[in-house]
């Protein structure tokens, strides 16, 4: 593995000073867009511009070519038309600019000319500068100040997780969906056809970053699947690499061509490379973001027997039948177990055993907290799960209990300082009328709490088990057997 | 099947005065509460106190017993400690009262004791009085002025849907999270231990209820099965019957017997009375939600060829791999439709093929209208599914496009007159920041429209794709062919 990428790659991800090609003296060109992102989003380098005929476009000097700017250009984004792109990575190499982004769609997944044109690229190119592209969203660093469309809005926290994304679509959301877990980013690329950075040589960077410490991939294809399998099995145990592969079925491989013209592959050469290599494959957009965010929150371990403490008893009925799913157990409490329980909340309405029932997410905050403790303390479990303890519907529904509510989110908090086995609280997004936003805004507020907490959350059961499932067969493939406790 | 039920069970359902038992004259009592909501919600009808003591308790008169009640009772909501139920149920037998809630939980579900309570409460109904629970949450009559705990806000319109649900928990949520898909109930019963009415009699009942077209149920146990299965069976292609059946696993049993004291039954058994009734089997709470309301939106049919309109090629690709799991097909385009799409979208960083990718949400609403009614003219598509289209962040992103995210839904709304096939619309709720709950609200209020105009919108995609799967396998298995064009 070059040990040079952190260092090569810095102009792309800490760029000094950025040139855009592709912006319109109308203002509606990509290249426009991209600046204005820029802006809003803050940047803090100079930022040139570059137009054919046009010396100045929103308040900006714009240059002929790249090869006109007068200062040193670390990176620039092209949105340029297609045809005109070999010119423009030629005008780069001859500035000596060491990064691009190609916005610009067009190329293989389009036509046998845009095959050629991407080779053309290359060749230009021949080493001297590095390329993220064509048919991307490019790279959101936000500590370099970079981002991508339509992220104006998005954090400028650095965070520990690096994103490989052959889609910029999804990419976007991705972003803006990891809120939901306080998940930040180091870098995160989306690549599209990625005729120079690939998803070998971006995993590369992501094994020397030291800020990168969980890496989660959207694949299309793959260019190089020898070197890529061995940097992912290099990685097993040390950096969690959580891929989702698209275009596993017939319609899906098809789907693929059209959009990065990459080849698909075969269900069996992807089985094989999981089997081998220990990343962990997950199946859908979702699935990605809840496994990744997990890795941040838990302490590593094959966590397989659960103990539940839900506020209802269909809740802990629904949790036994999704916990078989997963092959996870739910082990019967002990004797000892269920006296000290029945000390603490009445028999008539809720359940002793495991699940337990407090009876209803109205709880007194101490009688949590020390239910908490008491089955954390019981042996044969390796993981609690707190599933449905909050009703943050109770502002609107009745003010004066919200104080109860805040205290029992601190009693969670103060039991997991005391608790040395994984902690997953299941928060359900309840309600969906326009007129009732201020109950989901409520919920953010607890869930953000928990959060900070070192609490992970999730909004169901069945993505809180898919996750922890995903994560105990992660660590157990990398050796570790069931957690002691 | 009686012909009565309709008639006996009005009391309940649109009671003319409720009496409560169960009031605190602290205030801090179940019935107390009880009382509070159904202020709230705005009962219209005369309620009544119950207290051993107290002659008045927030402000109403409050009588000794259900006896000495001057007026009429109609509904009594119990929530007394269980050993005092009997003497209860007693007077309202001896007051003439039709109808009863057994909220008090401690019954089956906890002891021996409480089953033989059961047994004697009844014996002393004697089939004099109905009675919902014990262990129950109750009734939701939108149209009576009745709600459970804690449904101050619930809607106070009636719908379609006849809801039957053994957890009162889980009730609640269903109720809330309906908003989502514009869903709105006829009644909505939890009944818990179900000592008298129950998943059969409730059928019954929503069989004969001619504003109840479609029943959705959560099911722990069942006390008449051959019973049950000869009204779900007679009510096949009729009125659709959507099942959840909870405690299906092993710790799921256990989980049941301390929930409601049911029987769970085994899977097999389960599986063959899906299969011979044609009732649709769904496998969890979000599953259950969406196939219910799905049959709000479409007509009768078995779709299984569909097109997807996207705005990302990676949307298309995942799209395709969720088809192939829930046995869709996803047809080529023909060159005809290619042809035409062609002078629709700019060949660059699109699909024009079968998953159609405008390449962005900001596809000009007249493209947008223009492609569905192509693609909808396509004889070989059964359904059509938009996705990514709408980007209800723009408000916050750039302000001045939302105009154009309004002219796109009204072009979907448009197309939707034209189009006599299925056409679902994915929304993504895309922003969890607690600072990003403009967007959410923006996503509501686009959402809301779209439902409005009778559009199924669902947050993902394999949530579409399995509410149609369920869907179009009812139809089927309800006798009808692909539904033809």
Chains 1, 2 share one sequence.
């Not at 991705?174 to 998803?199: C, H, P, T």
């Not at 070197?227 to 079925?249: C, E, M, N, Q, Y």
């Not at 809720?350 to 403790?373: C, H, W, Y």
Request: net charge neutral.
């Amino acid at each position: 593995m070059s040990k040079s990428l952190l260092n090569e790659l810095r102009p792309l991800f800490y760029p000094e000073s950025v040139a855009i090609v592709g912006v319109s003296a109308m203002g509606d060109g990509a290249g426009n867009r991209f600046l204005q992102i820029l802006k809003k989003f803050g940047y803090g380098g100079r930022i040139y511009l570059v137009h054919p005929t046009a010396t100045e476009i929103e308040g900006l000097k714009a240059y002929p070519s790249v090869r006109d700017i007068p200062g040193r250009v670390d990176f620039v984004n092209i949105s340029a038309p297609a045809p005109h792109v070999p010119q423009i990575i030629a005008d780069c190499v001859a500035k000596g600019v060491p990064a691009a982004e190609i916005f610009t769609a067009g190329f293989r997944e389009l036509s046998e000319e845009g095959r050629k044109l991407e080779l053309e690229i290359k060749k230009i190119a021949g080493g001297n500068i590095r390329i993220v592209g064509p048919n991307c969203f490019g790279v959101y660093s936000p500590g370099g100040g970079l981002t991508l469309l339509p992220g104006a809005n998005y954090p400028r926290e650095s965070g520990n997780v690096g994103v490989i994304y052959q889609s910029g679509g999804w990419v976007t959301d991705f972003i803006w969906r990891a809120d939901a877990f306080n998940m930040k980013f180091s870098q995160v690329v989306s690549y599209g056809n990625g005729i120079d950075l690939n998803e070998v040589s971006l995993l590369e960077y992501f094994a020397e970053d030291p800020n990168t410490t969980i890496v989660a991939a959207y694949l299309e294809g793959i260019n190089d699947g020898n070197r890529f399998r061995k940097i992912v099995s290099s990685l097993r145990g040390a950096k969690p690499v959580i891929i989702w592969k698209g275009g596993l079925s017939e319609s899906g491989k098809r789907a693929v061509n059209s959009h990065t013209g990459s080849l698909a592959g075969d269900r069996s050469v992807w089985n094989a490379f999981f089997k081998q290599t220990g990343a962990v494959q997950v199946r859908g957009f979702e699935e990605l973001l809840d496994t990744t965010a997990i890795f941040n929150y838990l302490t590593p371990g094959n966590y397989r027997n659960l103990a539940f403490i839900g506020g209802g008893g269909g809740v802990g009925v629904a949790a036994s039948d999704i916990s078989e799913g997963f092959n996870f157990k739910i082990p019967q409490s002990t004797t000892e177990i269920t006296n000290e329980v029945s000390k603490l909340i009445p028999p008539q309405g809720t359940s002793i055993k495991n699940p337990f029932d407090t009876g209803s997410p109205n709880t007194p905050a101490q009688v949590l907290e020390r239910l908490m403790q008491i089955v954390a303390g019981w042996t044969e479990v390796d993981a609690l799960i707190i599933n449905r303890m909050f009703f943050y519907g109770l502002r609107e529904l009745m003010g004066e209990h919200l104080a109860e509510e805040d205290a029992r989110v601190a009693a969670v908090m103060r039991a997991k300082q005391r608790i040395d086995k994984p902690l997953l609280v299941v928060l359900e997004e309840l309600a969906y009328g326009s007129d009732k936003i201020d109950m989901e805004r409520d919920r953010r507020s607890v869930r953000n709490a928990l959060l900070k907490a070192g609490i992970y959350v999730t909004p169901n059961v069945y993505r809180a088990l898919r996750a922890l499932n995903n994560y105990s067969e992660y660590w157990k493939g990398a050796g570790m057997k069931r957690k002691a406790s």
